[in-house]
């Protein structure tokens, strides 16, 4: 297994260095069908902007029924094919840069139904376009069957720890969104959601390093757009996928996309239902440390856990088209999670020589539920030829409970047994209006600007009931009710444009936030409440030079915030176990960044970005000492981090059946802070992930892609080690192209795990924990559609504040 993994791992690597010199042409192959399949020759193609169907160019088909046509710029556009006696029709709306090779599209008599549009060609993996990194889920085989938060530990340059917070290019604090709308979600409830969502439902994930002054100023590490799958053709059309996998136990994920579009209404929905077994087990050897770090005493602590969850979404919602430039869209959404759990916990007492002096079962249950409503109104209206308004109106509501038992036993002759409850619901309620008004001057100039404003409550309520052999009684000391109140108005202005080979843009954006919160008091402990107000000016902006048609660099820059999560604000009590506490830490502040990057791009073939940072005001974990056994996890501000990276993306096609993309990320990051003592650390950490995809035959694809992180570190006293992952993948199309087959493995090796080690005062602990990330896939996707008579084709978000309620 070990040469076999080596020899893999030896292969991913050559490939990327033997196929260096590879040319990606930065062009689009048009293919012209007759209702009988046949190459059309002499049809005319004409290129559209998707925003008012103006007219840039056209060709005309040769004896293959094909046209090329050069890459635009950055931008929306659709195709039209027409020719005398036959309907003309428009392609679905293509993005520059091109995210496919080919589009076919089929023309038939006026007197004959019309059909969809067919594409053909692969999408790549990865696409770099200016300002943000896209990963095309659907173009990699083993994405199939992961939940979405598998699929973000495998996306160039974003990291996962043990907590389950996301970092993108070696910076935490990211501003996680589903269709640039908020999840407002942080800690395990946005773990939770992500780990129990499914990959079918995605599209798209979008990772944006520098945002512009549009988007929230939230998140230092950026900003990663989850854009789930929507289907807009003519007709009534729909894809049904249907999912089975196994690692220690079975695994099911099933969804259901459909739409009817016909004249000015475009009705849509999704569904989605999975059933998974998980499981995670933990290793942990704590060393407690006196006078020059001499060990005093050893605690060994085993864990198993597992847990069954289901996981149940609807996405539904219409769009009018009122009027040529008039459009109204109403969409609900609505989530269940529950997550039963159990576990079994042994922890080892040892004096400083080894010897054991005492051991405590731990055995727990708990069950987790999660629910979530969201009502989203919008309007987009063109006032003449040059103005655009649009308008978001959000009302989102969370409701969640956390209800955990555990049972200790001393395992000694006269041992003891005791217990403790808890019970943690909590309720967010959101309310989010925005407004964005765009003015065009000529085809190279804009000027956009907006208003925003949130509303943000939250109730949380912490029960602690400790009970033993012969009776219950309510810890005060312990239960907690906190409640929070939150908003933020901002305003925001950005102007761009293009002058020959120069792209400019400058933008300010203006946020004031206020917070109360309220810490009810009880019989054994007083009330408590604190209050904040600030406002900031955050500036954002790139210039991009086109040295040539294949040449182009771009220097970004941006200030950022990150307010701490509503729930660390919260000093309640959360037991992890008998020996290990979480608390909450009223006393954070926010954060502040400054980013900046200098990227190259040569074509779609190789991107280059050199990027700095400095944080002040860093959020960290902190890990205390309480007594002379027990540990705190909490957050806190401990100072300054600094980070230099360093980024190559790699897309290049070896041969016809072969494309291959690569991605390296390295991260030089200093880290200085205070915590009874002074902390400073650094760390060198370089993340590396290779896909290789190929076509074996027309019906018959193949993919093998892993990954490989270095030590790294994303907190002041934790140090994460090496891990690493290889997958593979086949896919068979059936059923004349309207199906597919698709098998892969993943973790085939069982080689992503995750190890560290932690330093607390006056101690230090090893972790490793393993979870089901070797997973065997099989799954079945079917395409649908009922052909739709269509004599003349019609003319056709609080999208940033995000992820901070949670634990």
Do not use: C
Not at 127 to 149: C, F
Not at 314 to 323: I, Q, R, V
Not at 687 to 702: D, P, R, Y
Request: overall charge positive.
């Amino acid at each position: 297994m070990n040469f076999l993994k080596s020899l893999l791992m030896l292969f991913l690597l050559l490939s990327t260095i033997t196929s260096f010199s590879q040319k990606k042409i930065k062009t689009i192959k048009i293919i012209v069908l007759n209702e009988r399949n046949i190459p059309f020759e002499n049809a005319t193609v004409q290129l559209l902007s998707a925003k008012k169907l103006s007219f840039i160019k056209a060709g005309k088909t040769d004896k293959k029924g094909v046209v090329i046509f050069g890459e635009p710029t950055f931008g929306d556009y659709v195709f039209n094919a027409k020719a005398v006696g036959y309907e003309s029709r428009k392609t679905a709306l293509v993005k520059s840069p091109f995210a496919f090779n080919s589009l076919t599209v089929k023309i038939l008599p006026t007197s004959m139904v019309l059909r969809e549009v067919i594409v053909e060609g692969n999408k790549p993996l990865v696409q770099q376009v200016k300002g943000k990194i896209v990963v095309n889920v659907d173009a990699g085989l083993t994405n199939t069957g992961t939940t979405v938060l598998e699929l973000l530990e495998k996306s160039p340059g974003v990291m996962v720890n043990r907590e389950g917070e996301i970092s993108l290019q070696g910076k935490s604090t990211v501003l996680v969104m589903i269709d640039e709308k908020p999840t407002y979600l942080s800690g395990v409830d946005l773990t939770n959601l992500l780990s129990s969502m499914s990959s079918a439902q995605v599209s798209q994930i979008e990772l944006i390093t520098n945002p512009s002054a549009k988007y929230d100023a939230s998140g230092n590490g950026g900003i990663i757009n989850i854009k789930t799958k929507k289907n807009t053709q003519e007709g009534f059309n729909g894809t049904i996928t249907v999912i089975g996998g196994w690692s220690r136990d079975y695994k099911n994920n099933n969804s259901l996309l459909i739409n009817y579009k016909k004249g000015k209404i475009n009705a849509f929905a999704s569904a989605s239902y999975n059933a998974n077994n998980n499981f995670v087990d933990i290793n942990a050897h704590r060393s407690y440390l006196g006078a020059n770090n001499s060990i005093t005493g050893l605690l060994d602590q085993t864990t198993a856990i597992s847990n069954l969850t289901h996981y149940q979404f609807l996405k539904t919602g219409l769009d009018f088209n009122a009027s040529k430039n008039t459009t109204i869209g109403l969409a609900l959404s609505g989530t269940l999670i529950k997550r039963d759990g159990e576990s079994d916990a042994l922890a080892t007492w040892k004096k400083a020589s080894g010897s054991i002096d005492s051991a405590v079962s731990t055995n727990s249950t708990s069950l987790y539920k999660f629910k979530n409503g969201a009502i989203n109104l919008n309007l987009k209206q063109s006032i003449g030829e040059q103005q655009d308004i649009s308008v978001d109106l959000d009302v989102l509501n969370y409701t969640m409970n956390n209800n955990q038992e555990f049972t200790n036993r001393l395992l000694t002759f006269n041992g003891y047994t005791q217990g403790i409850d808890i019970d943690i619901p909590s309720t967010i309620k959101i309310y989010s209006a925005k407004i964005d008004h765009t003015i065009h001057f000529g085809k190279n100039a804009q000027l956009e600007s907006g208003l925003k404003t949130s509303s943000i409550r939250t109730d949380n309520i912490a029960g602690y009931t400790n009970f033993n052999d012969i009776m219950r009684t309510i810890d005060l000391n312990r239960s907690n009710h906190f409640k929070y109140k939150e908003n933020i108005n901002a305003f925001y202005s950005t102007y761009q444009q293009k002058i020959g080979r120069i792209s400019a843009q400058l933008g300010l954006r203006y946020e004031h936030t206020n917070y109360d919160a309220n810490q009810l008091g009880n019989s054994a402990k007083p009330e408590s409440s604190f209050s904040r107000t600030y406002d900031n000016l955050f500036p954002s902006g790139y210039l991009s030079y086109d040295i040539d048609s294949l040449n182009s660099f771009t220097l970004t820059a941006s200030r950022r915030i990150d307010r701490p999560a509503y729930q660390k604000l919260n000093p309640f009590t959360f037991i992890i176990n008998k020996y290990t506490i979480q608390r909450g830490n009223p006393y954070i502040v926010p954060q502040y960044s400054w980013n900046l990057e200098l990227s190259h791009r040569f074509k779609q073939i190789i991107t280059t970005s050199l990027s700095y940072s400095v944080v002040n005001n860093y959020f960290s974990q902190l890990f205390l000492s309480e007594g002379t056994d027990v540990l705190i996890y909490t957050d806190g501000n401990v100072g300054e981090m600094k980070n230099l990276g360093l980024s190559v993306s790699l897309q290049i096609y070896p041969t016809k059946w072969w494309a291959l993309n690569g991605q390296g990320n390295f991260n030089y990051k200093k880290l200085e802070g205070y915590q009874n003592i002074n902390y400073q650390s650094s760390i060198n950490q370089f993340q590396f992930s290779l896909s290789n995809q190929f076509n074996i035959s027309k019906t018959l694809n193949a993919e093998l892609s892993g990954f490989y992180i270095t030590k790294a570190r994303n907190d002041l006293q934790e140090l994460l080690y090496p891990n690493d992952q290889i997958s593979a993948g086949l896919s068979k199309s059936i059923l004349k192209g309207k199906g597919s087959l698709k098998f892969n493995a993943r973790d085939i090796f069982f080689t992503q795990r995750m190890e560290g080690l932690t330093e607390f005062p006056q101690a230090q602990e090893y972790f490793k924990i393993t979870r089901d990330s070797r997973l065997f896939v099989l799954s079945f996707t079917y395409r649908f559609g009922k052909p739709l008579k269509v004599t003349k084709r019609s003319n056709g978000g609080a999208t940033d504040e995000m992820r901070r309620a949670g634990s």
